[in-house]
């Protein structure tokens, strides 16, 4: 099993930037493909960012945020990473972790959650 606890929000004056951070525990994080995920008040969650378990990958992005977040990993601290520059405020929402195995599509694996609030 993977347990994920993120961190690094806050609130962010729009323009600003944040980095959030997500642990992983178990001894096969970089066998995971991981996402971040986030969800704003009165709507479902949504798709922000997923990165391959392969070592260097590059991520792939939201419409939304492409060009202004980079998703990262670094497998020898089981730890994700979130850096989101250029911040609107309908980037508020809770942001969240999620891991899913080698060559499945649905993430098993969720993290509790971070606030980030943009302010205008």
């Known amino acids: 099993q993977v347990q994920l606890v993120e961190s690094g929000g806050g609130l962010v004056q729009a323009g600003g930037s944040l980095r959030l951070s997500c642990a992983a525990s178990?001894?096969?994080?970089?066998?995971?493909?991981m996402g971040w995920f986030r969800q704003a008040p009165g709507k479902e969650r949504e798709f922000v960012a997923v990165?391959?378990?392969?070592?260097?990958?590059?991520?792939d992005y939201a419409d939304s945020v492409k060009g202004r977040f980079t998703i990262a990993r670094d497998n020898a601290k089981n730890t994700l990473y979130l850096q989101m520059n250029s911040l609107k405020p309908e980037d508020t929402a809770v942001y969240y972790c999620?891991?899913?195995?080698?060559?499945?599509?649905?993430?098993?694996?969720w993290g509790h959650g971070t606030q980030v609030t943009v302010s205008s």
């Open positions: 990165i391959s378990w392969i070592g260097g990958a590059r991520g």
């Open positions: 178990g001894r096969t994080f970089s066998s995971y493909t």
């Open positions: 999620a891991a899913r195995p080698r060559g499945t599509l649905e993430y098993n694996y």
